[in-house]
């Protein structure tokens, strides 16, 4: 019996339509676009507007495109992850409100919370269930609603998230496309420098927490941005040579969008050159969860059966790995 390995065999991704570029943010914090620009890579992030508008709308139309672009119904889904850290509520899922909104009712679904590397952590999940040979169309999503807890007022923060979905669904195939290896790694002692003070069961809401401005995100710049240069750059590398892949074997490296900086020198230490490294931070900022899909919706029509990809990621918690995908169709 041949092997059976998770394909990737559609793509989608959404954003929302309200641009929040740098000159904006120059009216509400002491910054400027030359700054943003050449710490971050980044000249405009998407927010999403709206009352009650939450991270299952993201997904929505990600999870449209996708049954769409297959030709299948709701119903023919037999899974759906959603990694996100900014989940519509604590309970239900987020995944579970996905599934109610777009009429998946065979599908049973769960939430990963595994910050800028949760659509790897998903993506390898999900493999899984491929792979054991019990189901056969999971549905993968990456989405994050940061402007939902970002402190506007906090420039070290709010000039680098955006808002935004993107997803995968993972068929079976036997002729070796699809996920074919991965490196995921976690440090909790990373909590101490990226993380979200208040809203958990150490610390639940309060008017103080709230009064404090707990409920954004914090982080330590200095700190997460050394972490994150040297671990999603050697989880790379660690990952092509475990596979014997040399930089003319690859097609793309998939980054986490978090800083042009830290992009730049994973592409360096795999010895990729530029146009060989997917990007996106300059016009989406660090969609979290989302910016890894939303990199390969956009250069979809530029990607080949057969191509090697090799997806890295760092996030909070510390999070961080990397994926090798064999890609399983020519882009349309």
């Known amino acids: 019996m041949s092997k059976i390995t998770a394909a990737i065999t559609a793509v989608g991704g959404y ?12 009216k509400i914090i002491d910054t400027t676009d030359e700054w943003i620009t050449s710490r971050t890579g980044i000249k405009e992030r998407r927010i999403l507007k709206g009352e009650g508008k939450g991270t299952s709308d993201l997904c929505v ?6 049954l769409e672009k297959k030709g299948l119904q709701a119903d023919d889904i037999d899974l759906i992850i ?13 995944a579970n409100i996905l599934a109610d909104k777009i009429g998946a009712t065979k599908a049973f679904g769960f939430d990963i919370g595994a910050a800028c590397s949760g659509f790897l952590y998903a993506l390898d999940t999900g493999a899984r269930f491929i792979e054991s040979g019990r189901y056969k169309r ?3 999503i990456g989405a994050d609603k940061m402007s939902a807890i970002v402190d506007y007022t906090d420039r070290a923060t709010c000039i680098i998230f955006g808002d935004g979905a993107g997803g995968v669904l993972l068929e079976p195939s036997t002729e070796g496309y699809g996920l074919i290896d ?8 990373g909590r101490l420098y990226l993380h979200m003070k208040a809203g958990g069961s150490v610390k639940p809401a309060s008017i103080e927490t709230v009064t404090n401005r707990e409920h954004y995100v914090y982080q330590e710049g200095k700190m997460v941005f050394k972490y994150a240069v040297s671990n999603m750059a050697e989880a790379a590398y660690e990952l092509m040579q475990r596979n014997h892949l040399r930089p003319e074997d690859i097609a793309f490296l998939v980054p986490h969008q978090a800083n042009r900086r830290i992009i730049d020198a994973t592409a360096l230490r795999m010895g990729l050159p530029e146009e060989k490294v997917m990007i996106n931070i300059d016009h989406f900022g660090n969609t979290t969860a989302a910016t890894i899909p939303l990199c390969l919706w956009e250069y979809e029509k530029k990607l ?3 191509d090697n990809l090799v997806l890295a990621a760092f996030g909070g918690g510390f999070t961080w790995g990397s994926s090798f995908i064999k890609w399983a169709y020519d882009g349309k």
């Open 15 to 26: 954003v929302p339509d309200y641009v929040l570029t740098n000159q904006e943010l120059e």
């Open 61 to 66: 139309p990600v999870a449209q495109q996708i």
């Open 82 to 94: 959603v990694a996100t850290v900014t989940p519509d509520m604590v309970f239900p899922a987020t």
């Open 138 to 140: 999971v549905m993968v």
């Open 182 to 189: 991965s490196i995921l790694k976690s440090d909790g002692h």
């Open 304 to 306: 080949k059966k057969g």
